[in-house]
């Protein structure tokens, strides 16, 4: 999973860098009461940017509580581990048959 996404998110990024390197025109960014010029270059790439933070931020409680859960399951399976002690020794193999005596003839 982690290739697959890895190679897909190349793949997006030279899109995207395709795309904004294609569109580079002077443009006109208007918040509020700022109006900035700049090259359409700078917009889409910052916006892009400012995507994957946000997606990055917003997948960081899952992250998180992810770890935090790990983290009590490990101490919980050691705690386990630790109860299980063997209560008696394992049995030991058998002992082979000791060779009979030799038969006499009469």
Same mark, same amino acid.
Request: proline fraction near 12%; charged fraction near 15%.
């Given at each position: 999973?982690?290739?697959?996404?890895?190679?897909?998110?190349?793949?997006?990024?030279?899109?995207?860098?395709?795309?904004?390197?294609?569109?580079?025109?002077?443009?006109?960014?208007?918040?509020?009461?700022?109006?900035? $010029?700049?090259?359409?270059?700078?917009?889409?790439?910052?916006?892009?940017?400012?995507?994957?933070?946000?997606?990055?931020?917003?997948?960081?409680?899952?992250?998180?509580?992810?770890?935090?859960?790990?983290?009590?399951?490990?101490?919980?399976?050691?705690?386990?581990?630790?109860?299980?002690?063997?209560?008696?020794?394992?049995?030991?193999?058998? $002992?082979?048959?000791?060779?009979?005596?030799?038969?006499?003839?009469?």
């Amino acid at each position: 999973m982690g290739q697959t996404a890895l190679i897909l998110f190349l793949i997006l990024a030279t899109g995207v860098a395709v795309f904004a390197v294609q569109n580079a025109g002077p443009v006109v960014v208007r918040f509020g009461f700022w109006s900035l $010029e700049m090259s359409l270059v700078v917009v889409i790439l910052v916006a892009a940017a400012l995507g994957a933070m946000m997606a990055s931020l917003v997948s960081l409680p899952g992250w998180f509580r992810d770890r935090r859960r790990l983290r009590h399951q490990t101490k919980e399976l050691q705690a386990l581990r630790a109860s299980r002690a063997p209560t008696a020794p394992p049995p030991s193999p058998p $002992e082979p048959p000791s060779p009979s005596p030799p038969a006499r003839n009469l």
